[in-house]
């Protein structure tokens, strides 16, 4: 995104018809827009086996009796795996301590800011050498465009219905591979 003054307005290369004499879009820091805050600990001793799912820094991984926030969430890698946004779209969650999480999204859409936090690629204000570490205040500060709520939801709407088809799809290429895996130990005969 582009990194200039907060109160300059830009318009992107492609929008929506219904947004095309709206205003531009605003520059702000992450923090007025979705501030961050680093997640729980949850010591394998004291986790219970339960339904809330418990988001480490890649992914959900185990499930808990008992959540510390409700979705919708928008989570990333703090430690470890980091780069990779993960979206809960209602319910409880845990989010570990190998993460950061969205505490308020401040009248923005949700998906909206998923999105932008994948476009924003956050692994790059990642650092350490072992095991990569991201700082909340590196990212809180980085200066981002973003439009109205209106525009948010159209964007996420149009986003998400291209991830499904990419979902679809996926399946579909899971099929065909099962299918071939199938046909090669039929076609093939066994030795021995």
Known sequence: MNQQKDNHKITPK????EFQTASGWENKKFKNIAPLQRGFDLPSSELKNGKIPVVYSNGIQKFHDKGMATA??????????????????????????????V?????NVPKFICYLFEKTEIKRFSSGSGVPTLNRNDIHDSIVSIPLPEEQQKIADCLSSIDELIAFEEQEIYALKEHKKGLMQQLFPQVG
């Open 14 to 17: 492609l929008r929506f018809p």
């Open 72 to 101: 919708p969430a928008v989570i990333t890698g703090r430690s470890g795996t980091i780069g990779k946004i993960h979206y809960l779209d209602s319910g409880e969650y845990w989010p570990h301590n190998t993460t950061l999480w």
């Open 103 to 107: 505490t308020t999204f401040m009248g």
